[in-house]
Structures are given as structure tokens and as C-alpha cells.
């Protein structure tokens, strides 16, 4: 039965400036001219509570089309379903929606497995202009992705304006240099930096709410942080002034532990909880090499005053000074997986890249975790194992069947434990991703396997027939202009 509307989508009033025009997400569908019977419908029922927060219920008969969903996230992702059954046409920067056009009668209930649907972008490495932000954050919305996990710190460049301390940008924000290669080691030889000034960011901010995207901004400590040592040299262990760092790999130079650097960061979390209202801010805790800190005396009395029995106690001591610190301020702190490395406060959360070990220990400690293991959800790894065809990337092979694959709850749990795993997120780290353009063709179509991942329950999976889905779903993104890497022939 085929039911009939002329609908257009419409544009997203109030955009911020610096938008690419059209957007490419509509808020709502309208209707331009009545059909003659029926229409849209977007209802909130506050007694559909089995919908759950997202859920929404799409009803397409031959009357009206209706979205009914408990919340309006989950009017969102209906809308974005119902686009998913008009034509490919329709995605695109012109849309050619002043024809009619045919809407098959179904009826879909549907609710997300995962309440962490994440997507992680590495501003760090490769400044990415906002104009970008606001189309990843579209890209990732059109998914279903409930979560931007925004890493703004890096020992290459400190990319968010903080007004108590302007030289982290007006230092730390630009580098001299660029490695191309590692090894060997092969440099741009020219400058670059960029930073998001706080206007903006609550442009972003805004933007992302208006799309049911929570943005987790990243503040990396106690490594990776080279950028705001160079800024501020008292920061650092030894009093060296030192550049923004121009390569790539785990920096040495990482924050001291005096009181003075303490209160520093909770400066610099202070305006950063002013302009993200999420629940969660990410304190990185990855990768923070001891040589300094063994090297210090002044570490080595810190340790000694708090009968800590070695660096890793010294790290988790760091980290907790910021657990309970947000914790009076409503929020949650989440780090990557070493953070558990010494001992972690009992509210905190554990992103786990190093494989599904760290979340699994975490999750059998009763932490809530993100899985972000690096063998199933770094975008910045190969999608080929003929690298000769492929642009230069960090290294490893992850294909989009090994995504599909990627299951986010870990046999070794037990239903309790199991219940700690928020949901999965990728990342897209950027060392050697220098455009939004290649951010595209790394992301996609990885990120459309991993958002079935976190939507769908396991047994409704099917590779086979989500490649069928994803041929259509690549016409979509083809009219958005969006660079994904084809798929391979065969
Ligand atoms: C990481 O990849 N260092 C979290």
C-alpha cells in the first residue's frame, strides 16, 4: 500500500553564522501541500514510557504518517528513519522535494540499544574549522549517534579559548612544524594551528543539543599535554621552555603535581563546565610516561608526604583530585583506561581503547564504561591491507566487517556487570588526517557499521543484509557530498 505526500524538508531557523547552507538535517518535515487526507504527526505521549527516552514509534498508514515517541530525542530519530524512507534524492544540498513523493505504509517501533552512541573527533593533532564541527555533528546525528566526544587538548595544540588563561591559545594553539611520516620522520615545514573561541563553541554546543548530540569535551592531564606546558612553562617538571610539539607519539613532557598546576586545571574545568552542560568531561589520563615525575624531587616528596608507593599511585592521585572536584559540581569524570592504573574514585568512568580489557576490569570494579577498544573502533587505522592504494595512516588494518562485528558487552561479564557498559564510540584520531575531507573518508563507512552497533540488539544483525542497506544508504550520503570510502568490489 503506498500512501502519498508532498513534503519538503525543512531549513533549521536561527543557524549559526559560518553554517554551510543548506543543512543537511531537518529539525521537522513539513508539509508544503496538504495531501488530501492525513499528514505528519510528531507526538510526544508521556505515558509511552516503553518507548524509552529515545524510542519512537513510525507509523505510516494511508491517512497520516505518525511519530510517536516518549521524549523528544526520540521524535528526532524518527524523523530521521521516516528520511531514510523517502528518496535518496532528498538528502542532498538542493533537495528536489517540489515533487511528489511516495512513502511505503510501515510500521516501525524501535529503540536504541546503547545509551552511549559516541563519536569521537581529534581537534588536536589537526585544527578542523568549525564549519566542519557543525557538519560532523550533522553526519553524526543522521546516525543516531547521541554522543560528540570532542578532544580538544594535545601536546600539538590546545584548541579551546580559556579567558583566565589566553596563552594557552595564543601559544598553544599553533606549532611551528607538521610530521608527515614517522619513520622516517618527514616534516610539512610550514605552521599550523587554529583554536575555537568560546562564542563559538556555545554556537556548537547549541547546535548539537538542537540534535540530541551531548558533546564530552576532552581536557587531556596528565599527559599530552605539551601544548599547555609550552604555554605556561611552570606547568611542566622541569622549567624547560618548550615548543608546541610538531610530532607524533608518547611526549615525555607532562603536567607537574605541585598544588599550583592542580589549581590551574580546575581553572581551566571551570570555564569548560560553563559552556558544556553535558554530564561527562573526559580528563584524558592516557599515555602519561613516570620518567619525569621519578626524575623530580619534587614528585618524589609529593609521594612520600602521601605515602603513595609508586607514579602510578602519583597518576591516580592526580586524576581523583578531579573526580570529586566535579562531582560537587553535578558532573562525572570519564578517562581513558589507564586511569584505573593506581586506583580510581568510585563515580568515575572508563573509556577502554587498550582492547576490552580495561573495561572489563573496570566494569567488574563497578565503574560505568565506554568501550573504545582500539581493535574494532579507531577510524584512523587502515581500511585496506593494500596500503599502496590508501592515504598514509598510523598504521593497523580495521575493515568495515571487523566494525560490524564489534560486539560492546564482553563474554567475561555477568549480567550486573554487563549493565556498566554505557554503549561504544569511535575515534578519529588525527596525526595524519589533515582535512575534514579525509575525517569523511575515514569515517564512513565505518561509522555507519558502528552505529548499527550501538543501536541494533545483536541478534537482528546480518552483515550480508546490511551491506545491502549500506549500497542505498551510500547513494544518501553521495548526494550530501559526503568523501566515504567506497566500498571494495567484489
Ligand atoms: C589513546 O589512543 N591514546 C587513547
Redesign the pocket.
Known amino acids: 500500500m503506498m500512501w502519498v505526500a508532498v513534503i519538503t524538508v525543512s531549513l533549521v531557523e536561527g543557524a549559526p553564522q559560518g553554517m554551510p547552507e543548506p543543512h543537511i538535517i531537518p529539525l521537522s518535515l513539513t508539509i508544503v501541500k496538504r495531501p488530501s487526507r492525513g499528514g505528519i504527526r510528531l507526538q510526544i505521549d508521556r505515558k509511552a514510557t516503553d518507548l524509552g527516552s529515545e524510542g519512537y514509534l513510525l507509523d505510516v498508514s494511508e491517512s497520516e504518517i505518525l511519530i510517536r515517541a516518549h521524549r523528544s530525542a526520540g521524535l528526532f530519530y524518527g524523523v530521521q528513519t521516516l528520511r531514510q524512507l523517502l528518496p535518496t534524492a532528498s538528502f542532498g544540498s538542493s533537495p528536489r522535494t517540489s515533487e511528489p513523493v511516495s512513502v511505503q505504509c510501515i510500521r516501525i517501533e524501535d529503540a536504541p540499544r546503547f545509551q552511549w552512541r559516541g563519536m569521537h573527533l581529534d581537534v588536536g593533532r589537526h585544527f578542523m574549522p568549525k564549519e566542519f564541527i557543525f557538519r560532523f555533528i550533522d553526519l553524526i546525528a543522521l546516525h543516531k549517534f547521541n554522543r560528540f566526544h570532542w578532544h580538544l587538548t594535545e601536546d600539538q595544540g590546545w584548541r579551546i579559548e580559556i579567558r583566565r588563561y589566553p596563552r594557552l591559545t595564543k601559544i598553544g594553539a599553533w606549532r611551528n612544524d607538521t610530521m608527515l611520516t614517522y619513520d622516517p620522520p618527514t616534516f610539512e615545514g610550514r605552521p599550523h594551528g587554529g583554536y575555537y573561541t568560546q562564542d563559538e563553541i556555545r554556537d556548537i554546543v547549541r547546535y548539537a543539543s538542537e540534535r540530541f548530540v551531548t558533546i564530552v569535551p576532552e581536557i587531556e592531564m596528565p599527559g599530552h599535554s605539551q601544548a599547555a606546558i609550552a604555554s605556561y612553562p611552570e606547568l611542566g617538571n622541569t622549567g624547560d621552555i618548550l615548543p608546541v610539539a610538531t610530532r607524533w607519539g608518547v611526549i615525555e613532557n607532562v603536567f607537574n603535581v605541585e598544588d599550583e598546576t592542580i589549581e590551574f586545571l580546575k581553572g581551566v574545568l571551570t570555564e569548560v563546565l560553563e559552556l558544556f552542560p553535558g554530564d561527562f568531561i573526559h580528563v584524558g589520563g592516557?599515555?602519561v610516561p613516570k620518567k619525569q615525575w621519578q626524575q623530580s624531587e619534587s614528585a618524589q616528596k609529593r609521594m612520600r608526604d602521601l605515602g603513595l608507593k609508586d607514579e602510578h599511585e602519583l597518576q591516580s592521585w592526580f586524576i581523583r583530585q578531579f573526580d570529586s572536584w566535579l562531582a560537587e559540581r553535578g558532573r562525572r569524570l570519564i578517562g581513558?583506561d589507564e586511569i584505573l592504573e593506581g586506583g580510581l574514585a568510585p563515580g568515575a568512568a572508563v573509556?577502554s581503547?587498550r582492547g576490552n580489557q580495561g573495561g572489563i576490569a573496570a566494569a567488574k570494579a563497578g565503574h560505568d564504561v565506554v568501550m573504545?577498544p582500539?581493535t574494532h573502533t579507531?577510524f584512523d587505522y587502515y581500511q585496506s591491507q593494500d596500503r599502496s592504494k590508501e592515504p598514509h595512516a598510523i598504521g593497523g588494518f580495521l575493515p568495515l566487517e571487523k566494525v560490524y562485528s564489534f560486539e560492546p558487552v564482553p563474554p567475561e561479564l555477568s549480567p550486573a556487570e554487563a549493565a556498566r557498559i554505557l554503549g561504544a564510540q569511535g575515534?578519529i584520531?588525527t596525526e595524519y588526517i589533515r582535512t575534514p575531507r579525509h575525517v569523511e573518508y575515514m569515517m564512513f563507512p565505518r561509522a555507519c557499521a558502528l552505529a548499527e552497533v550501538v543501536w541494533t540488539k545483536p541478534e537482528r544483525k546480518n552483515f550480508s543484509e546490511f551491506l545491502v542497506r549500506l549500497r542505498t544508504h551510500l547513494d544518501r550520503m553521495r548526494e550530501m557530498g559526503v568523501n566515504f570510502r567506497p566500498l571494495d568490489a567484489n
Open positions: 592516557d599515555e581513558w573509556m581503547w573504545a582500539n579507531y575515534q584520531w
